[in-house]
């Protein structure tokens, strides 16, 4: 059963912190910042709604990193449970799709928590002092593969150039985090 993300908390500002890359790498979050910002997905390999919005991904992280926003990917199911989400298998997808951003496994669910992240996928939009001022869906189609209403795009343009964002904001939806229990 599908689920909705909750409103933006507007100007919260997490702590740094680090994880593994799908290569073993630690990257360290405040270095993944763009000049004009982040965007921060929680996606995963098995949930259908990431699935078929997974070239809109790819389109609107491009054209967010050709204004400066910078993208990263967290995966924070639970990869036992999960085997479509294992290592290998993000690996396989993040090189079928050509992804263009750092793509990191929070295997401890700790972030997932810290953002309070409830489904995959879910958007969240940063601005270059770090702070929130988005947080919801792609776009107007959701799980529709062709692209509706850039809300992402639009609201990350205008973080871009005025920090912060007058545009609506609608919850994202998808499935839920896989906790660990």
Same mark, same amino acid.
């Not at 990431?50 to 926003?69: A, N, Q, R």
């Not at 992240?117 to 593969?145: H, I, W």
């Not at 795009?153 to 964002?165: G, H, L, P, R, V």
């Given at each position: 059963?599908?689920?909705?993300?909750? =409103?933006? $908390?507007? $100007?919260?500002? /997490?702590?740094?912190?680090?994880?593994?890359?799908?290569? +073993?790498?630690?990257?360290?979050?405040? $270095?993944? #910042? *763009?000049?004009?910002?982040?965007?921060?997905? @929680?996606?995963?390999?098995?949930? /259908?709604?990431?699935? =078929?919005?997974?070239?809109?991904?790819?389109?609107?992280?491009?054209?967010?990193?050709?204004?400066?926003?910078?993208?990263?990917?967290?995966?924070?199911?639970?990869? &036992?449970?999960?085997?479509?989400?294992?290592?290998?298998?993000?690996?396989?997808? @993040?090189?079928?799709? +050509? @992804? $263009?951003?750092?793509?990191?496994?929070? #295997?401890?669910?700790?972030?997932?928590?810290? #953002?309070?992240?409830?489904?995959? /996928?879910? #958007?969240? *939009?940063? %601005?270059?002092?770090?702070?929130?001022?988005?947080?919801?869906?792609?776009? !107007?189609? *959701?799980?529709?593969? %062709?692209? *509706?209403?850039? &809300?992402?795009?639009?609201?990350? +343009?205008?973080? !871009?150039?005025?920090?912060?964002?007058?545009?609506?904001? @609608?919850?994202?939806?998808?499935? =839920?985090?896989?906790?660990?229990?």
């Amino acid at each position: 059963m599908p689920i909705n993300s909750a =409103s933006c $908390n507007f $100007n919260w500002k /997490p702590e740094d912190f680090s994880l593994k890359d799908l290569n +073993n790498n630690t990257l360290n979050f405040y $270095n993944c #910042f *763009g000049e004009k910002g982040l965007l921060v997905m @929680f996606i995963c390999n098995h949930c /259908p709604y990431v699935k =078929s919005i997974e070239k809109k991904i790819k389109y609107e992280t491009d054209m967010l990193l050709s204004i400066g926003i910078k993208s990263v990917a967290i995966m924070s199911n639970d990869q &036992e449970a999960y085997i479509e989400d294992s290592t290998d298998r993000l690996k396989k997808q @993040f090189s079928d799709n +050509n @992804f $263009n951003f750092p793509y990191l496994i929070d #295997f401890d669910q700790s972030i997932a928590k810290k #953002f309070q992240a409830l489904c995959t /996928p879910e #958007f969240f *939009g940063f %601005n270059s002092d770090k702070s929130l001022q988005y947080r919801g869906r792609l776009d !107007s189609f *959701g799980k529709d593969e %062709n692209l *509706g209403k850039r &809300e992402l795009f639009y609201a990350m +343009n205008e973080i !871009s150039e005025k920090k912060y964002t007058n545009n609506d904001q @609608f919850p994202s939806m998808g499935c =839920s985090i896989k906790w660990k229990y």
